[in-house]
């Protein structure tokens, strides 16, 4: 297939981009280079004939009509987003923005192509989104596709909204869709204002490793390849109009995640004392969820997927990678935010 791929230098849109040209699609990378973009994240593709890269933005309607109609893909997997909490909190407006906003400006540019080509039907719009929409998990339970939406933070509220309108242009227009929400995603890649990466730079530099409130919030934690791998799968097998929910079967608090990757480092790396004796308990985040868990069953018999990755393999694989790429790290340190503790303005 041809796939537009809407936030293709971020996080998990590289890891896409990266597995899809892989199995042999063409991927055309529609990225508008925001601060946790990052142009090393499709290096091993950049050269590679199946790779189109167009700095574009979302929000301009315009420009994505003339990005489908020049390219003509047989799917959009859109991954563009907004998506760190705490910068949900300090300043909301950019992610109704890109997260509602430009939504709509896709699906609707989406529509009138679609329409304009008759109407294949092999056509894809995949809309990926998160497990945050569901809200908080008290001790016991998971998250189901039809568990009822409770956002509780301006991320997870905008991201909400862009499932609902993904929905509706299902129902009204007949727009062929797809939607999944993940859980946490880990692995290489990652912009380091989310806890792993943060927990190996601090660690590193020897400074405080910050924890929110006691470290008792607990997190399915899912590697972006095999996220990746699931989401191909989804627009290659899913049924139209149908959500899936895509998890890691890997709960544990983020305390106790922290010291995993601290005991990770004292043997790949290690320094004048352990590394957890660096960790510190600061102020929480508000409305921090207490607890996310997916079951995954739909994804895993209907498309016959399996994570790959244990929690001690990913997690091993991760902290190398960050070992072994300090000069991609070290270059993202000077970017807004990184470092600096965010969400916690009145």
């Not at 971020?10 to 973009?37: C, E, M, P, Q, W």
């Not at 929905?167 to 989310?194: D, M």
């Not at 004048?272 to 510190?280: C, F, G, V």
């Amino acid at each position: 297939m041809k796939i537009l791929v809407t936030g293709g230098m971020g996080f998990i849109g590289s890891a896409v981009v990266r597995r899809a040209i892989k199995s042999g699609h063409t991927v055309v990378n529609v990225d508008s280079l925001t601060y946790a973009a990052c142009l090393d994240n499709v290096a091993c593709v950049t050269d590679n004939p199946s790779h189109v890269f167009e700095k574009a933005d979302i929000c301009d309607g315009v420009k994505m009509s003339e990005l489908l109609q020049r390219h003509k893909p047989d799917a959009i997997m859109h991954l563009a987003a907004e998506s760190h909490v705490d910068r949900s909190i300090d300043g909301p407006s950019a992610f109704i923005e890109t997260n509602i906003v430009g939504t709509y400006k896709l699906l609707e540019a989406a529509r009138h192509w679609w329409i304009s080509q008759g109407r294949p039907e092999g056509f894809r719009f995949h809309h990926i989104s998160t497990d945050e929409v569901f809200g908080s998990l008290g001790t016991t339970g998971f998250f189901l596709e039809n568990s009822p939406y409770q956002p509780n933070s301006p991320y997870s509220a905008s991201k909400a909204g862009s499932d609902h309108l993904v929905r509706a242009w299902h129902e009204t227009y007949g727009l062929p869709i797809i939607v999944t929400n993940c859980s946490n995603n880990y692995g290489p890649f990652q912009f380091p204002e989310k806890l792993i990466p943060v927990v190996i730079l601090k660690a590193l530099a020897g400074e405080n490793i910050p924890v929110y409130g006691n470290g008792d919030n607990v997190r399915d934690w899912l590697h972006v390849e095999d996220h990746a791998e699931a989401l191909l799968l989804a627009l290659e097998k899913g049924t139209i109009g149908r959500s899936y929910n895509i998890g890691g079967d890997n709960e544990m608090t983020n305390l106790e995640l922290i010291k995993k990757v601290c005991s990770i480092l004292d043997r790949l790396k290690p320094g004048p004392a352990p590394y957890s004796e660096l960790i510190t308990f600061v102020q929480d985040r508000p409305g921090h969820d207490k607890r996310y868990a997916i079951n995954a069953a739909r994804v895993k018999k209907e498309l016959n997927w399996r994570p790959s990755h244990t929690p001690e393999t990913g997690l091993e694989q991760t902290v190398r990678w960050y070992l072994d790429n300090s000069v991609w790290l070290n270059n993202l340190k000077s970017r807004t935010g990184v470092g600096k503790r965010l969400g916690i303005s009145d």
